[in-house]
């Protein structure tokens, strides 16, 4: 077993992290940014090194920098958790060539499932059905053309590389899709540094569902069961359950058979999720596979009993999966509602700020992932997630009232968060009869939420002035001036709120 593991991540995810190191009896090592220097997942650790400015070009996403602490810190293994570095096949690469484990699959995998072209034309091979659509990059706008007029509109225009929804727009016929593929073209490059897209064939109504794959280095690889995660905005995951109520006993096997059929062809090794998208008629189709932790992990270690943080850690220091397949039986059900740090009356925007109240719910079923305390700042320059919430119950009903009894505990005073929209989503007839799918949020939205939240032009206005601000005191901060010209990132996020207030 490992004696010292580097934490390549911030927040609360390097808290769990570094909890699950702690019952392997593993010292951990942190890094943080200037900005996160009161974090907490820099007081839990063992040893902790700063590793740069705000910026996470120049600090969690500074390769060089993270491996030369880890080899001076004499780490055996890093773990990168979500986000940042966890998909980077050079980051996988660098610590292959300086001895040290990556947790998480070999670079040589990242680089195959990361081109998402590459992705679907390994299950295709598998025999797993793909979307229909591309199956090269798209080389100009007539080629792209010429295969969204063969599936048939509307089609989605995505990026090759990447995730997240960037990159990634719906055309509903050939004048739009012109537009489309050059705005998705724009946005894949600047996101991921390669400008090609694809064209895969929308779906309607259609629901995804992920399987959570375990493989060790002995090649034995189980699936610890699905997440229905249809509950989206733009294509950002807002809420997720597990067991999905859409699938039959029948079409869950099928689906998890597909999955370690994915992961086989590739050879896969840890933690890593094969997701789907179903249609109306129960058709499925790869959707993509994700290599790494994903966000919503802990409601499939409330439902099997399994530590997956501590099976990723077990397979990367070569010990074999001690479960089989059939002695996987999930017990219950168990709902996470991921908290952002944004107004949802107002489109969404960023509520970077100074926590001043934070109570947490409990209770039995109760589980709270977060980073967060009473005087802590949350910063513009990472992503808005700021606490997991998860619910066990003996069946679905059970769970939503949890959830609805933590989400009603729940305080968190300062900042704006997104618990109010996750109410009205507990609420709302078709979600308790789980009649859902991927646009259900952005479809309803006028209903989920009052009519006065903002228009989408008015809050990209907003964020538009609150990243040019951002970045203006950030140069700012380099040169030497008086301390009555420094500009606090909180208070500037402050006037931006005022100016919300206005629209």
């Keep these: 077993m490992f004696k010292r593991i580097l934490v390549a991540n911030r927040g609360e995810i390097a808290i769990r992290i570094i909890r699950a ?30 590793i740069g400015p705000a910026e996470p070009s120049q600090s969690y996403l500074n390769i060089e920098k993270i491996i030369d602490i880890a080899k001076s810190f004499r780490c055996d293994a890093v773990h990168p958790g979500y986000g940042f570095l966890s998909q980077i096949p050079a980051f996988a690469r660098a610590c292959e060539e300086n001895k040290i484990e990556f947790i998480g699959p070999s670079s040589q995998v990242l680089s195959m ?25 798209a080389k100009n706008l007539d080629e792209a053309l010429e295969i969204a007029d063969e599936v048939g509109y509307p089609v989605l225009v995505k990026a090759v590389y990447g995730g997240g929804g960037k990159g990634m727009r719906i055309a509903k016929n050939r004048e739009e899709m012109k537009q489309t593929l050059e705005m998705s073209a724009l946005e894949a490059k600047a996101s991921f540094g390669s400008p090609e897209i694809y064209v895969e064939k929308f779906l309607p ?11 060790d280095k002995k090649g034995r690889a189980i699936h610890l069961g699905e997440r229905e995660c249809s509950l989206q905005r733009r294509y950002q995951k807002l809420i997720e359950e597990t067991p999905s109520p859409f699938l039959t006993r029948e079409l869950r096997r099928e689906m998890g058979e597909a999955a370690l059929k994915i992961a086989k062809a590739v050879n896969y090794v840890n933690a890593g999720t094969v997701e789907f998208l179903v249609d109306r008629e129960k058709n499925y189709y790869f959707l993509e596979f994700n290599t790494r932790l994903q966000v919503e992990h802990l409601i499939t270690e409330m439902v099997t009993g399994i530590d997956i943080v501590k099976a990723q850690i077990r397979i990367a220091a070569g010990e074999k999966l001690d479960y089989n397949q059939n002695k996987i039986i999930p017990r219950g059900h168990a709902i996470d509602c991921r908290i952002n740090a944004e107004d949802p009356f107002n489109n969404f925007i960023p509520s970077p700020g100074v926590v001043t109240r934070f109570h947490p719910p409990g209770g039995p079923g109760v589980r709270v992932d977060t980073h967060l305390y009473s005087g802590y700042t949350i910063s513009v320059f990472y992503d808005p997630l700021i606490v997991k919430l998860a619910v066990w119950g003996i069946n679905r009903l059970e769970a939503i009232q949890r959830m609805k009894n933590a989400l009603n505990e729940f ?30 949020v952005d479809e309803r939205m006028g209903k989920l939420l009052p009519k006065h939240f903002l228009e989408e032009e008015a809050a990209a206005a907003i964020i538009a002035v ?37 629209c």
């Design 466 to 502: 609150l990243t040019r601000q951002v970045k203006e005191s950030t140069i700012q901060a380099t040169i030497p001036r008086r301390k009555s010209s420094s500009v606090s990132l909180w208070k500037l996020a402050g006037r931006v709120k005022r100016f919300s207030r206005v």
């Design 113 to 137: 499932m990361g081109n998402k072209v590459e992705a679907r034309s390994t299950a295709a091979k598998t025999g797993v059905p793909i979307i229909p659509g591309s199956v090269e990059p």
């Design 21 to 50: 190191c702690r019952e392997l009896g593993i010292k951990t090592v942190a890094v943080y940014s200037e900005e996160d220097t009161e974090s907490l997942h820099v007081q839990y650790a063992d040893e902790c090194h700063c």
């Design 205 to 215: 109504k259609a629901r995804h569902i992920e399987f959570q794959v375990l493989a």
């Design 411 to 440: 305080v968190i005073e300062g900042v704006k968060t997104t618990i109010p929209f996750h109410k009205r989503i507990m609420e709302d007839e078709d979600f308790l009869k789980s009649d859902i799918h991927v646009n259900f």
